[in-house]
């Protein structure tokens, strides 16, 4: 009766670990709270950089934490679900994604203290959402209107996404390239403007310097021209798209041509030609003098189009295809035999020129371009890389604020504004709530401290002073992290996306309370050439990382 010589009940496989309670949260916070400190160094016109090694020794360096979370080898699952917040902050909006991994850290880091006070999960989450909704409401109400005339605004907004990363010594080519390409692909109707940032093409090729970068009103194409003899330049291109072949079609299936005589033979590969011949003419009679061919182009058709002077391009891709149908007004036509001059689309220039040892073909001064290419250059491979990452931000920064219309100050300062309003309705509950909606708020500061670390202030002092001047009503007041003063944001001119703002707080936010749900870890058991998990299941298990 006392269960001496009971066995034990298995129901998990040989080789499962199990973590439970309170050990299964702390161990997920901890993993978390690692990654959050990771990045937290890069926030900022001061952060600084990560340099990156693979297993094959490429090396990445940077500072922005999108790139830096996906090069890293996180195998702790809590860790990969802070990590994806970075991902979907980068696909959302382009930019903020260290700030949306910052507050998920410290909102962690403020859960793990309040779980210390015997404050149960669920209570913590329901502050949680009530701050993130209530910050989100008082979001909108102090973000400030911006429209696609608004230039200079826009100007802001992009050199904001680049200060502080490598490319900021050429800010003021990139910013303006950035917004000029956006305002050019803006399709503006009464019901707002759509912007597709695929319509903004980025070529990178090293070589020359940051200053050679250029933005092509049209498309560049990573190819050159088919056949010797062709031209390498035209002006006032008339251009045809085509997906189909320039080449006699293959037999399909198991049919065979059966020729038992050399006249048979050269019947043959005569018709062959003349079939080659109708399909070129099809091009020349339809008024076309350069092509680009999704597919290939036959050895005859290539010479007959080089004596009638056109110039061709195959095997083009079907995202340039799509760019060229916007840049120049041509229709992709899907046989050649249907081609006539309405589906021809028009290029002011069409050239071929060699760009870092590579041909290049450049489609540009289209009349109305709805796709155009930033071609980015720079010293070496890694220049070019983190400039690529700059001009991304930059670019989805400023398409972010005219999608929603609306732009907040940066430096800090609507996070400070936001603690404050949250400190305030944290007072208006009576239950444990209140303690969760006031842990939001603290977290919400971690991102001027951070700021003011990264500069080498005294994060204590500028947030006492940022919280007086808030107290003072001055809602756009943050830290100017060059000069080291409280100042006004928008007359500084450090502004961000609204956007990116609403999206950090809801990842932040919503992985926070799914994190701190979790109280059972059960994983299954290795496979024998895999490592085996570190002792309690899964806490420490982030020596991968790095």
């Known amino acids: ?20 309670g309170k050990e299964a949260q702390k161990n997920n916070i901890a993993a978390a709270i690692v990654i959050s400190d990771t990045v937290k160094t890069t926030l900022g016109p001061k952060g600084m950089d990560k340099m990156l090694v693979d297993s094959l020794g490429d090396v990445t360096i940077t500072n922005d934490g999108a790139t830096i979370l996906d090069e890293m080898q996180i195998e702790h699952p809590a860790a990969k679900m802070i990590a994806e917040i970075a991902k979907t902050q980068d696909e959302a909006v382009g930019d903020g994604t260290t700030t949306a991994v910052v507050i998920a850290g410290e909102l962690l880091k403020e859960a793990e203290k309040l779980l210390e006070q015997q404050i149960h999960p669920t209570v913590i989450t329901k502050g949680f959402r009530l701050a993130k909704n209530k910050a989100l409401e008082e ?23 680049i200060t502080g990363k490598s490319a900021e010594k050429a800010s003021d080519i990139f910013t303006n390239l950035s917004v000029k390409a956006v305002t050019r692909v803006a399709d503006v109707s009464a019901a707002g403007v759509n912007i597709d940032a695929e319509n903004i093409k980025i070529e990178k090729k090293q070589g020359g310097s940051m200053a ?23 002006e006032k291109a008339k251009i045809a798209l085509l997906d189909s072949a320039l080449e006699v079609k293959e037999l399909e299936g198991d049919a065979k041509i059966s020729i038992d005589s050399p006249d048979k033979m050269q019947a043959f590969l005569d018709q062959q030609e003349a079939s080659l011949r109708n399909m070129v003419k099809k091009v020349i009679d339809s008024g076309a003098n350069a092509v680009f061919c999704q597919k290939g182009i036959d050895d005859i058709a290539q010479h007959y ?9 195959r095997r083009v891709k079907k995202s340039d295809m799509d760019a060229l149908t916007r840049a120049t007004g041509a229709k992709i036509v899907s046989n050649v035999k249907d081609l006539s001059k309405d589906d021809l689309g028009y290029a002011g220039l069409v050239q071929e020129k060699k760009i870092a040892g590579d041909q290049m073909i450049f489609v540009e001064r289209c009349k109305d371009p709805k796709a155009v290419t930033l071609l980015l250059r720079g010293g070496s491979e890694h220049v070019v890389d983190e400039v690529e990452r700059a001009v991304e931000d930059a670019v989805k ?11 907040v100050p940066g430096g800090g300062a609507i996070e400070i504004e936001l603690s404050k309003i949250l400190r305030k309705y944290a007072d208006s509950f009576r239950g444990r709530e209140q303690l969760a909606i006031s842990a939001f708020a603290t977290a919400l500061e971690s991102i001027p401290r951070s700021l003011a670390e990264n500069a080498g202030l005294d994060p204590i002092d500028k947030i006492a002073q ?8 001055n809602t756009a007041f943050g830290l100017d992290v060059f000069t080291g003063r409280v100042q006004d944001m928008f007359r500084d001119g450090v502004v961000e996306p609204m ?24 994983s299954g058991g290795q496979k024998e050439s895999a490592p085996s998990m570190p002792p309690g299941g899964m806490g420490g298990g982030m020596g991968g990382m790095y």
């Open 1 to 20: 009766m006392n269960g001496q010589g009971l066995q034990p009940i298995l129901i998990l496989p040989e080789g499962t670990m199990r973590t439970k």
């Open 139 to 161: 979001l909108e109400r102090l973000a400030k209107p911006v429209n696609i005339k608004d230039e200079a605004t826009l100007r802001k907004i992009a050199n904001t996404a």
């Open 212 to 234: 050679d970068t250029e933005l092509i009103e049209g498309v560049v194409l990573d190819k050159e021209v088919v056949h010797s003899a062709m031209p390498r330049m035209i």
């Open 305 to 313: 189009l080089s004596k009638a002077g056109i110039m061709a391009a």
């Open 397 to 407: 920064g400023v398409i972010a604020a005219l999608e929603l219309g609306k732009i």
């Open 466 to 473: 940022l919280k007086a001047e808030h107290d003072k009503n």
């Open 499 to 522: 956007k990116i703002k609403q999206q950090a707080l809801k990842s932040a936010s919503e992985v926070t309370e799914m994190i701190l749900r979790i109280d059972d870890i059960i």
